[in-house]
């Protein structure tokens, strides 16, 4: 029997993004169904009843929801061109960042969002403060996962687009070349690897949709 | 040369709890340094300066923090008796409910303990909501992990003492076996592996820190 693999993601979000890269670095191919959050459909609602959040990979019948959790399913299933680090150590950090990016970086990421005036300085002196941490990492490397992109490449791929989208969106200044040389050096090298230009954001249409977001969210909470 | 294995835990965590049952259930002969979490000790800072938290496994020098990836990198480490599944489906489900456990339960069991009146009873209906979606999990199973304890069932843990003292403590009644006969009939089976009576935490002294600990925090708020 061929595999059957259906993603259900959303263009805009960073944890689809993350599963369609890693099927694309293993040549699997897939079926991606766009799903409308503000009406998401009964197949969503089946696959994942705890979260009905994207991103689902469905394999064969048999979903399976949380980014970080599906990335270690498609290493686990596919062996080709591993996604994980092979020694256990390796692993371990790569996992350690992977959760500092999403407990972490898009935690403080949204209270950045959905602050203003002193608060929203202190959310971006935390932020400033996390991103340094995390370029700590990259030091001395060429992509975090080594010679080339891996699992950890794949999970801060969340910095190459969206991330700057939200900054520009916000009208904040957190993520500069000027501050994080080894980030933004890091990005000049993603974004020339075909696969991860294919997945990039499109520009407009994201500061558009973060936007509208935005206002109808602080038009909720009045 | 032979490992050296030492880990930084705290008796009333949950989180070094884990990593303490899955050294015994491997057989890892490992030094315990209790950390006392209102002075915590440089090596602690040394070992983990990113959350400066417990748990952190050393191994052979090499640090490891983060609670679920030291887990991992345990079961990846020392290969006798597995903690996660073998099936990769399998190892997702239980990463899946191993993180709604962290990022659900025990964040609503939280709010449940830092809200009071109309609040505190919204978060008990969500949590009891949680509880029963991870019933749902063990329906039909001796053990989360199937016919012996593995990395869900240390996760889970977490229910066997930790979560009935904190809900003692706060006298408020979310976690019966009324409720949930399916998940106390799996804690009454847990409690007979000796490796899991020997974590048992203390339970009056588990309600004297909790207690402390609310009233510190509340004063601190005021």
Redesign the interface.
Known sequence: MADEVKLFGMWASPYSIRVELALKLKGIPYEYMEEDLSNKSSLLLKYNP?HKKIPVLV?NE?P???S???L??ID??WRNNPVLPQD??D??MA??WA??IDEKLLVTTRKVSFTAGKEQEQAIEEITEQLK?LENELQGKEFFSGHSIGYLDIVANVLVSWFGNVQEALGVDMFTEEKFPILFDWIGKVVKIDIVNECRIPKEKHLDYIRSRLEALKSASK
Request: hydrophobic share 40%; no cysteine; net charge positive.
């Open positions: 705890v394999h048999k399976i929801a949380e970080l959790v599906i270690e399913y686990e299933t256990p150590y692993r371990a996992r350690f959760k500092f941490q």
